[in-house]
């Protein structure tokens, strides 16, 4: 027989029970990746595919990651229906309150929730229309606003990592750090807590980015902070492990935060899609006489929202992430186009400019920071004390945004640590 010759076997081993490669799907897929770009990632690490396995194994009964159209009447009004109703989750939830039709669609498959409806990219673009007009009108207004911004090439990943802080939220306690890489766009961390002013803080942030990847980038950019000045000593110090006659200039590059581009829009987006309606509820708390600014009243905004607000930005990043960057003509020149992950991870154009990290001296550089706890917010007693009177008073462990018995919650928490002080 020549297919016995030719050494073909009687049946292709099923790829579904490739854990490690369903695992990799899983994730491509909820990062709203087409097939022609899984395809392209999978092989970029290893697995070589073809377009027709691929549709298979999505298709498998264990994993039904749909990509398509829905071909029926039926399936189509099935769409439709769920398609509102996860629209109306998401604005409930407050995670989704400013999202257009493409951060919608992106959270909504990070959350798994598309595994059973075809076609859902316009359904959700209808289902807002529907649910939530009057955002939708908003966000056109907001389009037709544009920034003027300098020209700014960048010729690969990790070329440049810009960091800064975002201070929308800070008066009310709750502090944001994050750094951006200039070519792709891709957040690569994003810190929420009470302290992105402290250089021990951040070089922290910086050392966890560098544990969990073992590279680090050419240059990193910021302005001339007092809290930037143990990162910038870290960072020289690992280029410099790789090229010991490396000077400063060609590690670190200090310059105005108004001319740091990339963060600076990034923070902008933020603003409009998390952060500002959390200030402005802040705001309404002070106005009414409820937050005057002291650290009692900072300490019960954090013990009540610190969690909730984590959640929220740190999914926004997420959705960022994989976000389509639409061509722009204008720019189309000198700026890359498609998803920040997919640029950062698997770029098909540009140098890719990251370095091996010297992990002996990356591992001194974090036993110096070691006893710093970037997730703590309130010392464990405090938690302990308000978490007791909030039982006490009968209000839940933890709040939704579109639960209004949080603003209740905190005026009682806050009378109540008043009369206990």
Request: aromatic share 12%; net charge neutral.
């Amino acid at each position: 027989m020549k297919f016995a010759e030719w050494e073909f076997t009687k049946k292709q081993e099923s790829l579904h029970h490739d854990l490690e490669l369903v695992k990799k799907i899983k994730e491509l897929w909820a990062r709203n990746l087409s097939s022609t770009n899984i395809l392209r990632c999978l092989q970029y690490d290893g697995w070589h595919l073809s377009p027709t396995q691929l549709k298979n194994l999505r298709l498998h009964p264990d994993l039904r990651l749909l990509i398509g159209t829905a071909h029926t009447p039926e399936a189509r009004l099935e769409a439709a229906i769920q398609a509102e109703t996860y629209v109306r989750e998401h604005l409930i939830s407050g995670q989704a309150i400013q999202y257009g039709r493409q951060y919608t669609l992106n959270n909504i498959r990070l959350m798994k929730y598309l595994l059973t409806i075809f076609n859902f990219r316009h359904q959700i673009q209808a289902a807002m229309k529907t649910v939530d007009p009057e955002g939708v009108a908003e966000r056109g207004r907001f389009l037709g606003n544009t920034r003027e911004r300098r020209e700014f090439s960048i010729k690969g990943p990790n070329r440049i990592l810009s960091i800064y802080g975002h201070d929308k939220l800070s008066r009310f306690g709750f502090e944001i750090y994050g750094a951006i890489d200039a070519y792709s766009r891709y957040i690569v961390w994003c810190y929420v807590g009470i302290s992105n002013r402290t250089a021990v803080s951040v070089n922290k942030q910086y050392l966890c980015l560098l544990r969990t990847t073992l590279h680090m980038p050419k240059v990193i950019r910021s302005d001339k902070g007092d809290e930037t000045v143990l990162l910038a000593e870290s960072h020289l110090s690992l280029r410099r492990a790789n090229h010991p006659d490396l000077p400063f200039e060609k590690a670190y590059s200090y310059g105005k935060s108004t001319k740091n581009q990339r963060i600076e829009a990034w923070w902008n987006i933020l603003t409009e899609g998390q952060t500002q309606a959390w200030k402005v509820y802040f705001a309404q708390l002070e106005s009414d006489g409820y937050f005057n600014g002291g650290d009692l009243d900072k300490s019960c905004l954090q013990f009540l929202y610190m969690k909730i607000i984590r959640s929220h930005i740190h999914r926004f990043v997420e959705i960022h992430n994989s976000h389509p960057i639409r061509l722009q003509r204008k720019r189309e020149h000198y700026l890359p186009t498609g998803q920040p992950f997919l640029l950062y991870y698997y770029p098909e154009s540009g140098k890719d400019y990251k370095e091996k990290v010297n992990e002996s001296l990356l591992a001194a550089l974090e036993a110096e920071v070691s006893e710093f706890d970037l997730d703590e917010y309130l010392p464990i007693s405090t938690l302990a004390l308000y978490q007791g009177f909030l039982d006490e008073g009968g209000y839940p462990d933890e709040f939704s945004y579109s639960d209004p018995h949080h603003r209740e919650a905190y005026l009682y928490l806050r009378d109540r640590v008043s009369d206990y002080i």
